[in-house]
């Protein structure tokens, strides 16, 4: 068993983009789509009827995210990266609309290595709107993140200043503004999600993520970083898949932002609390807090969703609900945490 899968049905046989309606005559491109967000996108667009070609050079995905697809007929995977001119010709060939979502999305790896990460997302999304352009793709959606807002006020509008305090909110500030560019320029149909802290079934990444392996390697004692006191915006994945496709049929696709959150934050310290209980570690394992994250580091996030709400988004997933479902996974992907 590898945990509990959250489904959340879609009524829809096919999905509505743009004014245009596409089925399993149309083409979606998905790149990054061997990652967390992209290979559960990519099982839903599949299961809305639809053919999927997906780009990835597994920099950060993993193929075993794609182990429902591979089979299909539907599904094409192309191995490649948005630097390379032919790999975005080969992918982008006959397709209707494109997700972005290939990026390089750590904050402490923009820090170290500034250029790399503008290579990647700033060029990288450049090159995927000039070929769609090319290719005459009509529309893409583009996965921005709430480190565009910087250390901003709360619950946070999509109004809000762009001011990011890293360098991977700046890269993806950088290709907002090449969408709304493009929108504005060539009329190509464009919106930018800002995604919050998304978590549940692959995510390999994060404060959750991180806690479990430090237990799994010692659950006598764990260090967390930061105070416990950072408060981050969460909504379990099946949950944001809903929103990406729910903006894809539904926004206003001119270059607009749409916040991906919750619309309320957890603790770390809540977090690990939460960990201990659900693993039975409560009064067994010392916890320590370092008082530093790193440079970058958005210490409090808050999303106001009205705007997503108003295109009928309704969070189904629950945080606890969603907490347990992501241990599942992870016992099931790596093995018992504790053995007490």
Known sequence: MCGEKI???LTMSSLLVGGKVLNRASRVLITGVAGFIGSHLAERVHSLGLEVVGLDDFSNGYLKNLSNLKKSKHFELVKGNILNVEDLSKSSKDADM???FAAQSSVPKSTENPTRDFEINVQGTLNVLKYARKADIGTVIFASSSTVYGDAALPTLEDHPLLPISNYGASKAAGE?????YSALYGLKSASLRFYN???LRSRKGAMFDILQKLQKNDKKLEVLGTGAQTKDYLYIDDAIEAITL???KGKLSGE???VGSGENHSVKEIVEKLLGMLGLVRKTKTFYTGFSWHGDVQKTLADISKLKKLGFDRKV????GLSAFVDWYKAEYGEVSTR
Do not use: E, K, P, Q
């Open 7 to 9: 489904v959340i049905t």
């Open 98 to 100: 494109v997700f972005h």
């Open 177 to 181: 503004v090449y969408c709304s560019s």
């Open 198 to 200: 998304i978590f549940g």
């Open 247 to 249: 903006v894809a049929a």
């Open 257 to 259: 932002a749409y916040n």
């Open 318 to 321: 629950g945080f606890d609900r």
